[in-house]
C-alpha cells in the first residue's frame, strides 16, 4: 500500500463515490509558481543526515536527482496544521471531509540538472483528478505536475502520485512488529547497500523537508491514533536511499529518468537492503528496497544519459 500521511477518521464523515466523481470533474485549483535560492546548505545537511561524504556544495554544483524536494518547501503557521501535522487546507488538497493523503510514487525527467546557488523557478499544477474503487475504499487520485526552470531553461519536470481517501474505519490497534535479529531477505542483486533507520534520522529528514507529519516523529500519536506498530519511514526517505545506491555504483553516469513506486510501509529501526541490477544494455537499472519482512517496500526504475 501507499504511504499513509494523514490520520484515519470516523467513516460516518466519508464522502461516497458520487461525490469523488464530482471532485474529479469540477475540482481544477490554480496553478502554483514559486521561486528558491538554491542554496548549498540543504544539500550538506542532508549528506550529513545521510551519512554521507561531505559534498562539494559550492555555488555551481548540481543537485543530485531529487534533491530538489530540500527546496521550493512550504512553511504553514502553526495554527493551520491539523491535529495529525499536516495543513488543514492548501490549493492542491482537494475538497474532501477529513482527507488522508498517501503517498503512492511519481516520476522525474532531467533535461539538466539544477545547479546549487541559482535561482529555480517551480511551476505546479493538478494534470489529473480520477476516482477509483479499491479493495478497502474509495479512492481519489491526484497527480501533480511540476516543471523546474534554471536561467530560463526547463531542466526537471517532475510527477507525484497522491491518493485520497475520505473518511476510513478506526485504526486498528497496533501490533508490534516481530521481533528479528536478522537482516533482510538473502538477495543475488549485484547492488547492495545495507541501511538502518532511527527516530534521530525521521526527525532530521522531516526537519530538512518541512514534513510535520506525527507519524515520524510522535511514537504515542503513530501507535495510538494512526494505528501502527511504529514510527514510519519517509516514502521519500526510502526512494533516495534507492538513487544513493546508483549514485555509489554508477558515479560518473548521469540520470535521465526516474520512476518510482511505494508499496508497503518500513517502520523505524528495521534493517532494510538497498538492491538493484543494470539492465542487461547498460541503459538503465532497476532497484527496490527489502527488510526481513517484504522483498519490495519500494521499487525504483532508473534510465541514464
Request: net charge negative; proline share 11%.
Amino acid at each position: 500500500m501507499p504511504h499513509s500521511d494523514s490520520a484515519p477518521v470516523s467513516s460516518a464523515c466519508a464522502a461516497d463515490f458520487a461525490v469523488l466523481e464530482e471532485i474529479a470533474h469540477t475540482w481544477r485549483p490554480d496553478d502554483a509558481r514559486t521561486t528558491d535560492p538554491l542554496d548549498p546548505a540543504p544539500t550538506a545537511a542532508l549528506s550529513a543526515v545521510l551519512d554521507l561524504p561531505a559534498p562539494a556544495a559550492l555555488d555551481g554544483e548540481p543537485l543530485p536527482p531529487l534533491w530538489h524536494w530540500l527546496h521550493f518547501l512550504s512553511w504553514p503557521r502553526h495554527t493551520e496544521l491539523g491535529p495529525d501535522g499536516h495543513p488543514r487546507d492548501s490549493r492542491f488538497l482537494p475538497p474532501l471531509p477529513q482527507r488522508r493523503r498517501m503517498f503512492a510514487g511519481g516520476r522525474l525527467e532531467v533535461s539538466a540538472p539544477l545547479r546549487l546557488g541559482r535561482p529555480a523557478e517551480q511551476h505546479s499544477r493538478v494534470s489529473q483528478v480520477r476516482p477509483k474503487r479499491g479493495r478497502s475504499g474509495d479512492l481519489l487520485f491526484v497527480t501533480v505536475r511540476s516543471e523546474y526552470r534554471q536561467d530560463g531553461r526547463l531542466c526537471l519536470t517532475e510527477e507525484q502520485d497522491l491518493v485520497y481517501r475520505s473518511g476510513g474505519r478506526a485504526p486498528a490497534p497496533a501490533v508490534p512488529l516481530p521481533e528479528s535479529e536478522n537482516g533482510p531477505l538473502a538477495d543475488a542483486s549485484p547492488w547492495q547497500q545495507t541501511w538502518y533507520t532511527d527516530p534521530t534520522l525521521l526527525f532530521r529528514f522531516s526537519a530538512l523537508t518541512a514534513n510535520a507529519h506525527r507519524i515520524h516523529y510522535d511514537a504515542p500519536y503513530t501507535t495510538g491514533v494512526e494505528g501502527y506498530p511504529g514510527l514510519v519511514v519517509h516514502g521519500p526517505l526510502l526512494v533516495l536511499a534507492m538513487l544513493e545506491l546508483v549514485r555509489r555504483q554508477q558515479p560518473d553516469r548521469q540520470v535521465r529518468s526516474v520512476s518510482y513506486r511505494l508499496l508497503k510501509p518500513v517502520f523505524c529501526g528495521e534493517q532494510l537492503l538497498a538492491c538493484g541490477s543494470p539492465e542487461d544494455d547498460g541503459s538503465s537499472a532497476r532497484l527496490r528496497i527489502a527488510s526481513h519482512r517484504e522483498e519490495a517496500h519500494a521499487g525504483a526504475d532508473v534510465g541514464f544519459a
